[in-house]
Nanobody, 115 residues
């Protein structure tokens, strides 16, 4: 069973940067449309950045120009570079497929942006 491990979160001031990593236990990124999700307290999980099945990259409007998704297939790892962070980016960040059946969710990595 594929395991996903997210890391790289932390506490940062507004305007700061973080780089998140999503490490998979198997080689999955080249075969699946994958993305980064986040869930803020009291809100539903939302998809923020994706590699589609055609290898296109899509971002939600609120992170365009600030976040960059990338991956290293040789390391079975996907990344999310987050710049110019805002307090509204505060959430637990997860990675997973775009469509079902999804892999078991990892523990996520907490990103907290202070104003």
């Amino acid at each position: 069973q594929v395991q996903l491990v997210e890391s790289g979160g932390g506490l940062v001031q507004a305007g700061g940067s973080l780089r998140l990593s999503c490490a998979a236990s198997e080689s999955i990124f080249r075969f699946n449309a994958m993305g980064w999700y986040r869930q803020a307290p009291g809100k539903q999980r939302e998809l923020v950045a994706t590699f589609t099945s055609g290898d296109s990259i899509i971002y939600i409007d609120s992170v365009k120009g600030r976040f960059t998704i990338s991956r290293d297939n040789t390391k079975n790892t996907m990344y999310l570079q987050m710049n110019s962070l805002k307090p509204e980016d505060t959430a637990v960040y997860y990675c997973n497929k775009l469509a079902g059946p999804l892999y078991p969710w990892g523990q996520g990595t907490q990103v907290t942006v202070s104003s």
